[in-house]
């Protein structure tokens, strides 16, 4: 075999950043965290740019593999090709330079809160509750960060308690079972993963967490903060916490346990 034969497979890392090196293209995955399916005439109001642009913007990101596309009829939806993806995009904009954007009335500073508080991240819970409820199921030892994020067997039993199947049906899953994600507006993880979804779903079906219109905020119901506080020892805030101002805490006997500490992440 020659030189010019031979050939070697390695990441691309410059084409992936390529493809969110655009306001709008990244103004597109940052909505599709909410775990929806958006048309392209949606996306482009959103992002304030003409359909065609929109378009082009699209199918860029469907060729490189971040969006999935689907069809019905004459309709065109995209969502996020995986939850991997999600968790990237997450874990970007955590660290990601923040840019500071005016906020002109009451209603944008209060979405602004109500995002940070809690929202969608594609199929799990992000925000400061999120981050909440990691560090309290540290807290009551249903998760463990010896060798990374991991389920106990009293976690499990909780689980089994509380209803919540934790793998989707049918074969083997095809996602981490365990696992954690940077959250962007605590800088801390919350948890994500097969285990991550599976609570969030429990949620939602209870009707503890709703979702707010078509944003990805979801907004905490009393009978909510109720069952956190029987099955989780966690008192929350009548009030969600404002951006910055810090977070919510877990029980004290998170002490030395925080994950936030811990060297793993999704």
Sequence with gaps: MTSIDAYADEPDLAALAGLLADRTRAAFCLALLDGRAWTAAELARLAGVAPSTATSHLNRLVAGGLFAEERNGRHRYVRLADPDIAEMIEALAA?????????RSLTAARRRRDLAFARICFDHLAGSLAVAITDAMTAEGLLSWDYGPALTADGATWLRELGITDEPAGPAPARAHVRTCVDWSEQRLHLAGGLGAAVFRHAVEESWLVRTGDTRV???????????????????????????????????STAGTDPSGAPHGG
């Design 95 to 103: 660290r990601a330079p923040r840019r500071t954007r005016p906020v």
């Design 218 to 252: 979801v907004r905490l119901t009393d009978a909510g903060r109720a069952s956190i506080r029987l099955h989780l020892r966690l008192d929350l805030p009548d009030a969600p916490l404002a951006p910055g101002r810090g977070t919510l805490t877990a029980p004290a």
